[in-house]
C-alpha cells in the first residue's frame, strides 16, 4: 500500500473519531422544528427595534474580550450621569420577519452585525413549558432573554430553538438577538456563492407553549413499494410511557397508541390512502392527541424510488419536469418567505408546466414545502455545501450534518419532497469525497424514504461524449448534473452533437442548465444576452436532452432573474443574475415559452 494511500487513511480515520467527539459545534436545538404550525403558538413577528454594529462594539469591550455589558442587557440608565451608549428605543427598527437588505437603503450590501430588540409580555402557565422559535436568521445568532444568553446558532436557512421556562416574567421580557451575516470560510456556504448574501432574523419568530411531555418528533410513511400499510413514528420529548391516540378521518383511522419507556413507539396500519402525485397532490388531516395536545398536521402519502436508471413515484416511472428557484421575490428584492411569496413562486411553476422544483441552493423556508405539498410539485431540497467550503474541516462537517438534520427533521411529513440533495458543484478532491460519503449516510440514518441526489459536473469528456463518472455516483441514487453547454462552454449548437454516457445505473437529472437574457433586449440568436441567445441556447439544449436515455428529470436554471453582487456588467446584469425564464418584474422571457411548450409534450 503506498504512502498516499495509508495518509488518506490515516486522514479519514482521525477525522471520523473528530467527528464522533463533536456533539452538534452549536446549541442547535431542534426540540421544536417538527411542525411549528401545529402547535399552540404566539407570533413575535412585527417591528423590532435594532442596532447596526458593524465594529461589534455592543458585544466587544475595547479589548476584544466579551462585554458583559453588551447590548444584550437592553440597560437603561439609572442616573442622569450613568453612561450608557445605546438605546433601543430611539433606534430604527426593522420588521421581522425579513433579510435587512432590502428593508434600508443603508443595508443593502451590509454584512456585519445587527441587534435585534423586542419586548413582550406572557402569561405564565405552571403546567406548560415555553419555547423560543426562530424560522431562519441568516447567519450567524447569539439570542438573550432577559440579560441572560440563551445560546447561539449557525446556518442562514433551518430552524432552531431554545427553552425558555421559567426564564420569562409576566411583564416586560427582553429579547435581544445579534444576527451577523458576515460571510465565514469555514461556513456552510463558505465565503463565494453566486446569491445575495441576505441577513437578518429572515423567516418567522414564535413562543410555542407545550405540555410537560408533548410529542416532539413523528413520521407517517408508506414503505418503498407498499402502498397497503402506513407506518407511523413517534418521539415524546421525555422518556415516559404515555397514550396518544392518532386519528386520521378520511381513513377512518382512529388508532390507540402507548408510547415505550422511552417516550417512543413505531408501528404499521393497513391502509390504501388515495396516494399522493403532481397531478393529484392528495393530503389527509392528520390527529396525534395526548391527554393535553392535539397536534393537527397535513399529510400526504407517497412512494419515490429508482429502479436502474429510473425514478419511480408510487411505482410508476415519471420524468421530473422541472424549475430551479432561489427563495427570492424579484420585484421586492428581497427573501421570500410565508403563503403569499410561496403561492407566487409555485405557482409560476406550475404555469410554466413543472411536476418538480429543485429549491436551490439551501433549505427553502416550511411554507414553500406545505404549498408544493398542496399544488402537487414534487422537490429536491438541499443544504449550501456549495463550491468550495472546507471540506478538510472536521467543524464544517459537523455544521452540514447540523443543517442536514434540521432540513430533514422539519420536512421530514413533507410529502412533495423527494430528493435531498447534499451538494453543489463542488470540485473533486479525497476530503470533498469523503465529506459528501459521510453526508450521505447521515442522511440515510436519517430518512431512508427519499432519495439522495447532488449537482455534480462534468468530470470527464471523451471527445464528443459527457461522460458523468463521478466517484460521488456510487452513493446517490439520483445523479444530478450542471453543465452550461452554450453560455459558458462552446456554441448553443454544439448541444447537437453532443452525447452522454455514465458509469452507473442510475437515472440522471440534469440539475441546471440555462443562459442569461436581459428581458426586452432583442437582437441575433448569437448575441449574448439577448432573448432570443437564450431562446436559442433552450432549444439546443432540450434537443440534446430528449437523447439521453437515462435522463429522468431537468430543473433548467433558473426560474427568476435573483440579485448576486457577482454579476456587475452595467446596463445588462447591474447585480442581476439574469438567467431568469421571468425578468425581475416577473415578466416572462421568449425561452419561457420554449420550454413551456417542451413540458406540455414531455411524457
Ligand atoms: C452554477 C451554480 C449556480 C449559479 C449558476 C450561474 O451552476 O450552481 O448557483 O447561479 O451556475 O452561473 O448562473
Known amino acids: 500500500m503506498n504512502f498516499l494511500k495509508l495518509n488518506s487513511i490515516i486522514k479519514t480515520v482521525f477525522l471520523l473519531f473528530l467527528v464522533g467527539l463533536f456533539k452538534p459545534v452549536f446549541s442547535q436545538d431542534l426540540t421544536l422544528v417538527n411542525n411549528i404550525d401545529g402547535r399552540y403558538k404566539i407570533s413575535l413577528n412585527g417591528h423590532w427595534q435594532i442596532l447596526i454594529d458593524p465594529y461589534e462594539n455592543g458585544f466587544y469591550d475595547y479589548r476584544l474580550k466579551e462585554s458583559d455589558n453588551g447590548y444584550f442587557k437592553n440597560a437603561k440608565p439609572k442616573t442622569k450621569q450613568e453612561l450608557i451608549e445605546y438605546d433601543f428605543v430611539k433606534s430604527d427598527y426593522l420588521n421581522v420577519p425579513g433579510d435587512w437588505n432590502s428593508q434600508r437603503e443603508k443595508l443593502e450590501l451590509y454584512e456585519g452585525t445587527v441587534w435585534y430588540q423586542k419586548s ?237 422544483v429543485r429549491l436551490a441552493h439551501y433549505p427553502h423556508n416550511e411554507a414553500m414545502l406545505r404549498m408544493a405539498d398542496e399544488l402537487g410539485l414534487m422537490v429536491w431540497s438541499e443544504i449550501p455545501v456549495y463550491w468550495t467550503i472546507h471540506y478538510g474541516d472536521p467543524k464544517v462537517l459537523v455544521k452540514a450534518k447540523d443543517q442536514l438534520n434540521a432540513m430533514i427533521t422539519q420536512n421530514i411529513n413533507r410529502a412533495s419532497i423527494i430528493i435531498w440533495s447534499m451538494a453543489n458543484e463542488t470540485p473533486v478532491s479525497e476530503d470533498r469525497n469523503n465529506f459528501i460519503k459521510s453526508l450521505c449516510s447521515y442522511t440515510r440514518s436519517l430518512d431512508n424514504t427519499r432519495l439522495l441526489s447532488a449537482a455534480l459536473e462534468i468530470s470527464h469528456k471523451d471527445n464528443n461524449t459527457n461522460i458523468l463518472d463521478d466517484v460521488l455516483g456510487e452513493y446517490l441514487d439520483v445523479l444530478g448534473c450542471n453543465e452550461y453547454l452554450g453560455w459558458y462552454e462552446g456554441k448553443p449548437e454544439d448541444a447537437l452533437t453532443k452525447s452522454w454516457n455514465t458509469i452507473y445505473n442510475k437515472p440522471m437529472v440534469i440539475s441546471e442548465f440555462g443562459a442569461g437574457a436581459l428581458y426586452g433586449f432583442h437582437g441575433d440568436k448569437d448575441e449574448r444576452f439577448t432573448e432570443e441567445y437564450q431562446e436559442n441556447v433552450y432549444i439546443n439544449q432540450l434537443k440534446m436532452l430528449d437523447k439521453i436515455p437515462f435522463l429522468r428529470g431537468m430543473s433548467p436554471w433558473i426560474l427568476a432573474d435573483f440579485k448576486s453582487p457577482r454579476r456587475q456588467l452595467h446596463g445588462i446584469q447591474d447585480g442581476w443574475n439574469r438567467k431568469g425564464l421571468l425578468s425581475d418584474k416577473g415578466l416572462k422571457k421568449k425561452a419561457w415559452f420554449t420550454l413551456k411548450k417542451y413540458y406540455q409534450i414531455k411524457k
Open 120 to 356: 413582550f409580555d406572557y402569561s405564565v402557565k405552571k403546567d406548560k413549558r415555553l419555547f423560543l422559535y426562530f424560522g431562519a436568521c441568516n447567519y450567524y445568532s447569539i439570542v438573550y432573554i432577559n440579560g441572560k444568553k440563551l445560546g447561539e446558532h449557525e446556518g442562514g436557512f433551518t430552524p432552531f430553538c431554545f427553552e425558555v421556562t421559567g426564564k420569562v416574567n409576566e411583564k416586560e421580557n427582553n429579547i435581544v438577538v445579534k444576527v451577523d451575516n458576515k460571510r465565514r470560510a469555514d461556513g456552510v456556504p463558505t465565503v463565494n456563492t453566486d446569491w445575495y448574501n441576505y441577513g437578518g432574523i429572515t423567516r418567522d419568530v414564535y413562543l410555542a407553549e407545550t405540555s410537560e411531555n408533548f410529542i416532539q418528533d413523528y413520521k407517517l410513511n408508506l414503505e418503498k413499494g407498499d402502498f397497503k400499510a402506513i407506518h407511523v413514528s413517534i418521539k415524546l420529548n421525555k422518556e415516559e410511557v404515555k397514550n396518544l391516540k392518532l386519528s386520521i378521518p378520511e381513513l377512518k383511522i382512529n388508532q390507540q397508541i402507548e408510547t415505550k419507556k422511552n417516550g417512543e413507539v413505531s408501528f404499521t396500519i393497513e391502509s390504501k390512502p388515495i396516494l399522493w402525485s403532481p397531478e393529484n397532490p392528495k393530503l389527509y388531516d392528520v390527529y396525534l392527541i395526548n391527554e393535553t395536545d392535539t397536534l393537527k398536521d397535513r399529510i400526504g402519502f407517497k412512494t419515490i424510488e429508482t429502479k436502474g436508471q429510473d425514478i419511480l413515484l408510487n411505482g410508476k416511472s415519471v420524468f421530473l419536469k422541472g424549475i430551479s428557484i432561489h427563495e427570492e421575490i424579484p420585484q421586492r428584492e428581497g427573501r421570500a418567505n410565508g403563503i403569499e411569496d410561496a403561492k407566487l413562486l409555485l405557482s409560476w411553476a406550475k404555469e410554466l408546466g413543472c411536476n418538480y
